[in-house]
């Protein structure tokens, strides 16, 4: 059974980004799992205290109740049934995370989230820090960031996937495959060459070779380029890029695209959801 897990803080950033992972699991027929985690000297804002005093937070857990806000947009909903878990922990929320996570009592695909352009207090920014790199090196899960302003229809008709070209992104690359394939979507494997040196074809060539999975809606595209982010952008909006997926590693040449820099000119520019595989 596929599972999506769906961190939240109860923020309308978090509501919004529900919208999105709801079309997604119903999409995929999956059941999404509402993830929230308190800690008692913790203070929290009017909004998410009025949430707690609705759904007795202290006694969640044995009242096996349900989130009001999403009920009300699962209800509203007119994309079909779909089949939602909530699970409420104590503790500090990244730590209670992973702990949920290694405990595998629920297989976790993917993990969906929402982000905002400023600020600090996000769950997306959370995973931008040091330590949770850590948790993520150790659960080992896709995580998509949802701008504020983007909406879903259900629908990826194109996937953009940023490579160098090594062998360790032949995997991660796969996986993506197959949910291009879920989705029927458009897969765009592009490379921008920013060193102008001797031709990338052979490169190109060599990995694609290397691949086991085969999509005929795949493309690979390398770029020349001079201002990455701005022939990111522009690749995007012309190609109408529905999500950005790239690599959260050090030693590969897009570790610096997963930034706060990169994010807020996605985010706020063209508010395309951004996905990080993370890999050794």
């Known amino acids: 059974m596929k599972n999506i ?9 978090s509501l919004n980004a529900f919208a999105y992972a709801m ?4 999409k995929l027929e999956a059941t999404l799992i509402v993830y929230h985690s308190y800690h008692e000297d913790t203070s929290v804002d009017e909004k998410t205290q009025t949430i707690y005093d609705k759904i007795d937070i202290d006694n969640f857990r044995n009242k096996k109740d349900k989130f009001p806000p999403f009920e009300k947009l699962i209800k509203a909903s007119k994309k079909g049934n779909l ?3 909530y699970i409420v922990d104590q503790g500090v929320f990244v730590n209670s995370l992973f702990k949920y996570v290694a405990k595998r009592d629920d297989k976790i695909e993917i993990i969906i989230m929402g982000t905002r352009n400023t600020g600090n207090s996000s769950l997306f920014n959370i995973f931008m820090e040091t330590d949770t790199i850590k948790i993520l090196e150790e659960i080992d899960k896709p995580v998509i960031a949802v701008p504020a302003r983007a909406k879903f229809d259900g629908e990826l008709n194109n ?5 160098d070209y090594r062998n360790e992104e032949i995997i991660p690359l796969e996986k993506l495959t197959k949910i291009a394939k879920e989705f029927s979507a458009q897969l765009h494997v592009v490379h921008f060459d920013l060193a102008h040196g001797e031709s990338i074809t052979p490169l190109m060539n060599k990995f694609k070779e290397n691949l086991t999975v085969k999509y005929k809606k795949t493309k690979f595209i390398s770029i020349d380029s001079i201002n990455l982010k701005g022939s990111l952008t522009e ?9 950005v997926c790239l690599l959260n590693q050090e030693r590969n040449l897009y570790q610096r695209l997963f ?3 990169l994010a807020e000119d996605l985010i706020n520019h063209i508010d395309i959801p951004v996905m990080a595989i993370y890999l050794k």
């Open 83 to 85: 089949k939602v878990k």
């Open 23 to 26: 079309a997604y699991a119903q």
């Open 159 to 163: 996937l953009m996937f940023l490579v």
């Open 259 to 261: 930034s706060f820099s």
């Open 5 to 13: 897990l769906f961190p939240t803080d109860f923020s309308e950033i």
């Open 235 to 243: 690749y995007c909006q012309k190609n109408e890029i529905d999500m």
